[in-house]
């Protein structure tokens, strides 16, 4: 079945650590993006990518890395300069950047203890 | 500045209750918009894709309706399993996805 997988479903992590989630589509979509949904809020846009090797910044990028080596995976590193790293975030990944119906993961709940 | 507002923030029915949600939007130009349903602790589910005012798309109990500065999902004598969270998002140019914050729609037996 095609589809977009999240890893891990659950992360903690303690303060001043760096983590790494994980996004891998295998639906030969060009297009991913990273969204960040806090308790009661709309998907904030963190980074997304068209095409391989290439990404941009999103609205909330300040405190997160990412890399698009493959196109099947975009790993979003959350880094120690993120000040309020808690939150849902989920992977999304569309045809292209020009059809941009976007198909989603089932997300990973990060929790800094 | 792109803006997506969703009303009501939640809304309550008892089954069979048809109503609607609103989706306003204050866009550059519009290139698309998105509805999307969101159960609790998962990833949102893609509903329909609007491309310009005056369509209109259906799946089931829900309709979703365009015009120049809203759209409308209208859902029509609704079922528990209709209980959701439903995201209205809007695309313009730059391939980005500018989300509203939801409508809690609970549908109650």
């Known amino acids: 079945d095609g589809g977009i997988t999240q890893s891990p479903k659950y992360l903690f992590r303690k303060e001043g650590q760096n983590v790494t989630l994980s996004c891998e589509q295998n639906?030969?979509?060009?297009?991913m993006y990273w969204y960040r949904q806090d308790p009661g809020q709309g998907l904030r846009l963190i980074y997304y990518?068209?095409?391989?090797?290439?990404?941009q910044k999103g609205d909330i990028a300040e405190g997160y890395s990412v890399s698009r080596e493959k196109k099947e995976s975009f790993p979003l590193t959350v880094t120690s300069a993120q000040k309020n790293p808690t939150a849902f975030y989920l992977c999304?990944?569309?045809?292209?950047?020009?059809?941009?119906?976007?198909?989603f993961g089932p997300g990973t709940r990060l929790t800094v203890l | 500045e792109d803006q997506v507002t969703q009303s009501p923030e939640a809304l309550r029915l008892q089954e069979g209750e048809s109503s609607s949600l609103n989706c306003s939007y204050t866009?550059?130009?519009?290139?698309?918009l998105f509805w999307y349903r969101q159960d609790p602790g998962k990833g949102p589910e893609f509903l329909f894709t609007?491309?310009?005012a005056g369509e209109e798309k259906e799946k089931e109990r829900l309709k979703a309706t365009l015009t120049k500065k809203e759209s409308f999902l209208h859902i029509t004598a609704p079922k528990p399993e209709d209980s959701a969270t439903y995201l209205c998002?809007?695309?313009?140019?730059?391939?980005?996805?500018?989300f509203g914050e939801g409508t809690q729609l609970t549908v109650n037996p």
């Open positions: 999304a990944s569309s045809i292209s950047g020009y059809y941009n119906e976007q198909f």
């Open positions: 639906l030969n979509h060009d297009a």
């Open positions: 990518s068209q095409i391989v090797n290439d990404f």
């Open positions: 866009v550059s130009g519009l290139r698309g």
């Open positions: 609007l491309y310009s």
């Open positions: 998002a809007v695309e313009t140019s730059g391939s980005r996805l500018t």
